[in-house]
């Protein structure tokens, strides 16, 4: 069974500009999870999707941004990058009706903002 | 509000001693508890979960961890450390219901000697 996929691996961008990251969930999950990993911050809760919809955020701006497309693949936007967006993104999937909810994660993008 | 403190930054371990990285947790209600870990420019892998019922959960490679409800305590454990095992270990709490995705530690860097 494929595992949660990303892509790009690696993002380079300047100030300003838009990033946007994509995550597929394993096949038969419906729940996509965001988490940040910045350097000296750890790992935060970005955002939560579920059946197409957004279900919560984390403390985050609003430019911090996504969707959830009807295959379960979601996208995470970022706009008016700031170099401390610079960091690892992961993506997550839950499976349905498992209760206990164990978060299976992908590789992460990699995103450099100079 | 969740919370999950991982005390030691790094845990250095010969290889063949067991070894303990520790995880203490704030959480109302029944904790969901988890443990992850990440190698390098890697994202991160499911260990093993604690729901209910056993206080000890033996997960994958070996490694297994204790809940411990009156100390809020659910520490890494593994008889034997292997060089291979030598990586950033990660301590998670989930609420339930999804609300506010994982809540994780700072991690512990392991490192096990030759």
């Known amino acids: 069974e494929a595992g949660v996929t990303q892509s790009p691996t690696h993002l380079i961008k300047t100030r300003g500009q838009q990033a946007t990251l994509r995550c597929s969930p394993i096949?038969?999950?419906?729940?996509v999870y965001w988490y940040q990993q910045a350097l000296g911050l750890g790992l935060q809760f970005l955002l939560w999707y579920d059946e197409g919809e957004e279900r919560n955020r984390g403390n985050f701006p609003p430019r911090f941004s996504g969707r959830q497309f009807p295959n379960y693949s979601s996208e995470l936007n970022v706009n008016a990058l700031e170099l401390e967006d610079s960091a690892l993104y992961l993506c997550?999937?839950?499976?349905?009706?498992?209760?206990?909810?164990?978060?299976?994660f992908g590789p992460g993008t990699r995103l450099t903002v100079l | 509000a969740q919370s999950v403190a991982q005390p030691e930054d790094q845990v250095n371990v010969a290889e063949g001693n067991p070894l303990t990285v520790k995880c203490t947790y704030s959480?109302?209600?029944?904790?969901?508890l988890f443990w992850y870990v990440q190698y390098p420019n890697r994202g991160l892998q499911f260990l093993l979960k604690?729901?209910?019922?056993?206080?000890l959960v033996k997960g994958s490679y070996g490694f297994e961890a204790e809940f411990n409800k009156s100390q809020t305590s659910f520490h890494l454990k593994k008889p034997s450390a292997l060089v291979s095992d030598s990586a950033l270990y990660f301590c998670?709490?989930?609420?339930?219901?999804?609300?506010?995705?994982?809540?994780f530690g700072k991690g512990t860097h392991l490192i096990i000697q030759p």
């Open positions: 096949s038969g999950h419906t729940s």
């Open positions: 998670a709490v989930w609420g339930g219901g999804g609300a506010d995705g994982l809540t």
């Open positions: 959480v109302s209600g029944n904790p969901y």
């Open positions: 997550a999937s839950t499976p349905i009706g498992d209760d206990t909810d164990t978060q299976y």
């Open positions: 604690y729901i209910t019922g056993d206080n």
